[in-house]
């Protein structure tokens, strides 16, 4: 029984380790991206046809 609580420790203490590595890439990865531009440039606007051209 105590084998199963130590393996169930070590377990919780490794799944702790990773959630705080994840949020620490996350944090560092959203300080270096800019965030005042575009990922994507917009595409310009179609221009509008008349209703009746083509008639």
Same mark, same amino acid.
């Given at each position: 029984m105590k084998f199963w609580l130590r393996l169930r420790l070590i377990g919780s203490?490794?799944?702790l380790c990773i959630a705080v &590595? +994840? &949020? +620490?890439? +996350? &944090? &560092?990865h959203r300080s270096t991206t800019d965030e005042d531009t575009p990922a994507v440039t917009p595409h310009p606007a179609l221009p509008s046809r008349s209703v009746t051209t083509g008639l």
């Open positions: 203490v490794i799944v &590595l +994840a &949020l +620490a890439f +996350a &944090l &560092l």
